[in-house]
């Protein structure tokens, strides 16, 4: 243990002198480190919620709209089925996951009810009387429970990372919930608008042939909606609301860009876009059978705008205009680029925590921090001397080497992480405690420094691994089945080991080792 070859002697330089160079950006502010030279390290440890302010938002999707998207599908399909085989129906329409019709004539029933089975075949079809009922499986529910909430998730966190929000912590919780935590936003309000908007966009055509104020009125022709007009939108009818189609000429689905722009003619801001080869094709279509006619561009049940057509439009692009503003452009560019969420968002809570507090928590951190080192420093130069001194400067070494790696890794630093680095300078000595003590035991033995010193770092070395080893598996279960600020303490503490570990048994023996060839002692200095 005495013999401490070149290569080892260098190894151990070069991982300090990392350690040194990917921690010192945490030194200095954002503006400086940007100003660095290429090849220097620039990244600083991400502050978590608790440390930089920020917001928390529980988000709850309700997958109830997914259901019901889902019904109304099944029963514009029965309808449809129904229509070609000319089989009389009344009452069709969907309860809360079931979609049912009733078929007067009873010849025609059983072939009624196949028609329904082939709709759906994964569901529940049964026959009770004249009714016939097409009623969701459990496991139907929850996959579309699932596949909403992971898609809402995904989606989520495409708008978030457009806004340039770094380290944002998206997760699922329960059943349908998502916890949201934004580190050092600017503008929460905007966030917020930007997670709850579901961005469904579709392109319909108006309906002329029936009267908005028969639909007003409460009666909306069969395969036509009323949606309201989006404020500030001009409506080709003058009126606050249009009537058009059910279906869906062209979805949102098909875009795969969009852009905020200007329009070459008047300089208002518009968003442009662009379709697929599918989305492309199916717009080309429309525009060429509706030339003269308007269409209407819905986004989340609301028409933004209703140009009229004046053209086949054949290249798979168009703009969306209907007096935005710059900043609403850009966020409604933002939102389509994303992607719609598969159902709406609900805010259950939201918590913000301000600037302000998060420096509090920083410079408790660091009060605990320096008390912590200064008294393991004092104690551990008066309980062993020299050797004592040499584990401090290791103690040392190892805060630039948790900083430097926390950095590197981009990990972020939370509250219960600064606990965790509080811990480890704790934890750091121990190793050297143990070996010391080996050290002290063979010289009371009667050995010779050299062998005392070989014997201590030997027989210890297995109890130092044992007592790390099984923190470090407790730290890795903590990240595995923990989350937020668990994980927070959970990083910082398995980085801990791993440095403490280095600085013990490599850095303060390589000292310990120099200054024995060097001096060549007959007693040693503990």
């Not at 279509?285 to 057509?309: C, H, Q, Y």
Request: with cysteine.
């Amino acid at each position: 243990m005495v013999n401490f070859p070149t290569w080892k002697k260098v190894l151990v330089a070069l991982i300090c002198l990392l350690g040194l160079a990917f921690a010192a950006p945490n030194f200095v502010d954002e503006e400086t480190t940007k100003q660095l030279p290429d090849w220097l390290p620039h990244n600083q440890v991400n502050l978590g919620l608790d440390l930089r302010g920020g917001s928390h938002l529980l988000l709850e999707v309700e997958v109830q709209a997914v259901i019901d998207e889902y019904l109304e599908t099944l029963v514009d399909s029965a309808r449809a089925e129904l229509r070609s085989e000319r089989i009389r129906y009344r009452a069709l329409g969907k309860q809360e996951h079931s979609a049912g019709v009733t078929i007067p004539n009873a010849d025609e029933r059983e072939k009624a009810l196949e028609l329904m089975r082939g709709l759906d075949s994964a569901a529940e079809t049964s026959l009770d009387g004249d009714r016939i009922t097409i009623t969701m499986t459990d496991q139907q529910i929850a996959e579309r429970r699932t596949s909403a909430v992971q898609q809402s998730i995904e989606i989520i966190r495409r708008r978030i990372d457009e806004t340039g929000v770094r380290e944002p912590t998206i997760q699922r919780q329960g059943d349908d919930r998502v916890i949201v935590q934004l580190p050092g936003i600017d503008d929460p309000e905007r966030v917020k608008s930007l997670i709850g908007k579901t961005a469904k966009l579709t392109f319909q055509m108006v309906d002329l042939e029936n009267s908005v104020d028969e639909a007003l009125a409460g009666r909306v022709p069969p395969g036509s909606q009323l949606l309201p007009m989006l404020e500030g939108a001009n409506s080709p009818t003058g009126q606050q609301y249009i009537l058009v189609k059910k279906r869906v000429a062209v979805s949102g689905e098909n875009l795969v860009d969009a852009q905020p722009t200007f329009d070459g003619r008047d300089n208002q801001p518009v968003v442009s876009f662009r379709f697929d080869t599918l989305g492309a094709k199916k717009f080309g279509k429309v525009t060429t059978e509706n030339v003269k006619r308007p269409f209407a561009i819905v986004l989340d049940g609301k028409v933004i705008s209703a140009p009229v057509i004046q053209e086949p439009i054949l290249g798979g692009t168009g703009q969306i205009s209907g007096g935005f503003s710059v900043q609403d452009t850009q966020d409604l560019a933002l939102l389509l680029r994303a992607g719609a969420l598969p159902a709406p968002l609900t805010i259950l809570e939201e918590r913000t925590v301000g600037p302000g507090l998060g420096a509090d928590s920083i410079a408790a951190g660091e009060i605990a921090c320096l008390v912590g080192m200064v008294l393991v420093v004092i104690f551990m130069a008066i309980a062993y001397g020299r050797f004592g001194l040499y584990a401090d400067i290791a103690l040392a070494m190892n805060l630039f080497l948790i900083l430097g790696l926390l950095s590197l890794l981009q990990a972020t630093l939370t509250l219960p992480g600064i606990a965790g680095i509080v811990l480890t300078i704790g934890m750091a000595v121990d190793a050297n405690v143990l070996i010391f003590e080996r050290i002290r035991e063979e010289m009371r033995a009667g050995r010779t420094p050299i062998s005392s010193i070989d014997a201590g770092y030997g027989r210890a070395l297995s109890t130092i691994i044992d007592a790390n080893l099984t923190t470090l598996i407790a730290a890795i279960l903590l990240y595995s089945f923990g989350s937020g600020p668990v994980r927070g303490f959970a990083v910082t503490l398995a980085i801990g080991i791993v440095t403490s570990m280095f600085t013990a048994i490599m850095l303060t023996r390589l000292f310990v080792v120099s200054w024995l060839r060097a001096k060549r002692p007959t007693e040693l200095p503990l």
